[in-house]
């Protein structure tokens, strides 16, 4: 006789298996019954992983391209399982896909996914409650606001510019042949100090190398760390919420690290409240515009305790906590890795780093005030070429929330033969977002698009004005409602970087131009081919350019 324990496990694995297999009917149907499965596409060269493991295995992009010179700027390739996805050049269709936010979201997978390294803040939820929080958080992100936080760039930067100089010296040929620094491990301290405390408050004193990191410092390594490499098990955790029960060693890590991250998160939103309930009236009002402070969440937190503006404008404390990580990784590690990928661009083109050095350097003060330092012209064509070839993010994916058709600026012709002027899909069909391929397609740049050359925004070519971006033609902060809330809190911090180091040193390449390649992990970082490990890295020879001014003030 069966105990009631044996009943229930067997009820819950019966249970289990219907839901399994009421999961894999859907599949099987979708895949039989898409519209888009009469596009032309590469065969998938794995059951299980489609064409991802290629992907995977190529650089970003790559691939992607020569696709398109094979089938067209419309075509279907294989995801996991062998799942047909839409890819598409076409700018119209793209268009569509990130102004009707609602109708395309980011596929359950890819938000679980991304929840266990953001968390569940604003760039993973959805639809109204989406909407909510970018209502209440786009004050934040103004430009009075970055133009506060300045300072903060400055200061660091100059922090970074004095530590690189100490490693400098600690080479007795440094100074004069160059010492090779990999510059990455650096530029990610000084941006996540920046973060630290422009975005909390919070001092991590991660370039402080005679400092144990600390335990903040010490989760977020963690988190990142957990999304690296291609494995079959998140995948298969994503689909199916039961397997997220099965312990992994990189699950236990990672799950420490957010508790971490959610108590240290906890005490900076008490601290917020404490000082925005300082800031009260003698009735206990908090009036919105009478809130002072320039930390981001600082900001949010004394807007969201303001007595003047309706409830339905405020977020709960778990919403503001959310935002912890996510501005922990999106507020740093993108712009990080920019920095380092235009390192890189002006040693392949030494003669854009000394007329970039020979403009900074006739700005008579270390500390420009933003409105300066966005007016160098030379600067803005740097940056913007370096987004353009080097976007951080290389992709995203959407999923259509219904059935639907996609304009389509040119018409193209499926695997049967025929010629269709839109786009029909299906509800439950992923598309395929092509950051970096749009920001480097010929078709749109023109013959040189792969070359890094910012002389080409002096007069950029009239096909560029259909990008859908939110900023300078490129895809890299996205368009429409999702468009990357902090791109100016991001460029702004990128120009004071560059601002500051390129005055101080002169970079070259340590290793051949042909050792340098590309991986996305979170974001598209550099690595060595001959490096077995694929581990991010630009090694530079680091030498003080003869004309610097030496050191400058830090927090």
């Known amino acids: 006789m069966l105990s009631t324990g044996n009943l229930l496990l067997a009820a819950l694995a019966s249970g289990s298996a219907a839901i399994g297999l009421w999961k894999l009917f859907q599949f099987v149907y979708h895949q039989l019954t898409s519209p888009i499965r009469h596009l032309r596409g590469p065969k998938g060269t794995s059951w299980i992983y489609g064409n991802m493991r290629d992907i995977w295995n190529a650089e970003n992009s790559v691939l992607h391209e020569e696709w398109v010179k094979q089938y067209g700027h419309v075509l279907k390739y294989k995801g996991f399982f062998s799942s047909d996805r839409l890819f598409t050049m076409d700018t119209r269709a793209i268009n569509h896909v990130l102004t009707h936010s609602s109708d395309y979201q980011k596929p359950s997978q890819v938000r679980y996914n991304l929840s ?6 604003v760039l993973f939820v959805e639809g109204a409650q989406h909407r909510q929080q970018r209502r209440i958080m786009n004050p934040a992100f103004g430009p ?10 400055f200061a660091k930067a100059a922090r970074l510019r004095d530590v690189l100089l100490s490693e400098v010296e600690k080479d007795l040929a440094g100074t004069t042949t160059g010492t090779r620094l990999d510059i990455m491990p650096w530029l990610n301290r000084m941006a996540l100090d920046v973060i630290g405390l422009a975005g909390f408050n919070y001092n991590f004193d991660a370039l402080n190398a005679n400092e144990k990191p600390n335990e903040l410092n010490e989760a977020f390594a963690t988190m ?6 291609l494995s079959i098990l998140p995948v298969l955790q994503a689909r199916f919420p039961l397997l997220r029960l099965i312990p992994t060693d990189s699950s236990r890590k990672s799950q420490a690290a957010q508790n971490t991250m959610a108590r240290i998160g906890k ?53 503001v906590l959310a935002q912890v990580p996510t501005f922990l990784v999106a507020g740093h590690e993108t712009t990080s890795t920019a920095v380092t990928w235009a390192l890189y661009a002006m040693t392949t083109a030494p003669q854009v780093q000394r007329k970039l050095r020979e403009e900074l350097l006739s700005v008579d003060t270390e500390t420009p005030s933003m409105e300066e330092l966005m007016a160098l012209p030379y600067l803005d064509t740097v940056v913007r070429e370096t987004l353009r070839v080097h976007s951080p993010v290389p992709s995203t994916l959407r999923i259509a929330m219904k059935d639907d058709v996609l304009p389509v600026d040119k018409p193209y012709t499926d695997k049967n033969g025929v010629v269709h002027d839109s786009i029909r899909v299906s509800k439950g069909d992923p ?25 080409r925004w002096e007069h950029i070519p009239e096909a560029v004005s259909q990008i859908p971006g939110v900023w300078g033609h490129l895809l890299s902060f996205l368009g429409g409602p999702r468009a990357c809330i902090g791109y100016r809190f991001s460029l702004v911090e990128m120009k004071a970087i560059l601002f500051t180091l390129v005055r101080a040193f002169e970079f070259e390449l340590a290793v051949p131009v042909s050792e340098i390649g590309k991986k996305a992990r979170i974001v ?31 927090l």
Request: with cysteine; aromatic share 4%.
């Open 116 to 121: 266990q390294i953001l968390g569940e803040g």
């Open 267 to 319: 005490e900076l939103l008490s601290d917020a409240k404490a000082a925005a309930r300082a800031s009260a009236t003698e009735k206990g009002e908090i009036e919105k515009n009478s809130l002072h402070g320039r930390d981001l969440l600082s900001l949010l937190v004394k807007a969201n305790m303001a007595t003047d503006i309706p409830e339905n404008q405020r977020l709960c404390d778990e919403d």
């Open 524 to 554: 598209q970082r550099p690595v060595l081919r001959s490096d077995p490990k694929n581990k991010a890295q630009l090694p530079l020879l680091v030498k003080p350019y003869k004309g610097s001014s030496g050191s400058g003030f830090q």
């Open 431 to 455: 598309i395929f977002i092509p950051i970096l391929a749009i920001n480097r397609s010929h078709e749109l740049w023109g013959p040189d698009a792969h070359e890094f050359k910012p002389e």
């Open 144 to 153: 009075a606001q970055i133009r506060a936080l300045t300072d903060i760039f």
């Open 224 to 229: 990142t760390a957990a999304g690296q490499g």
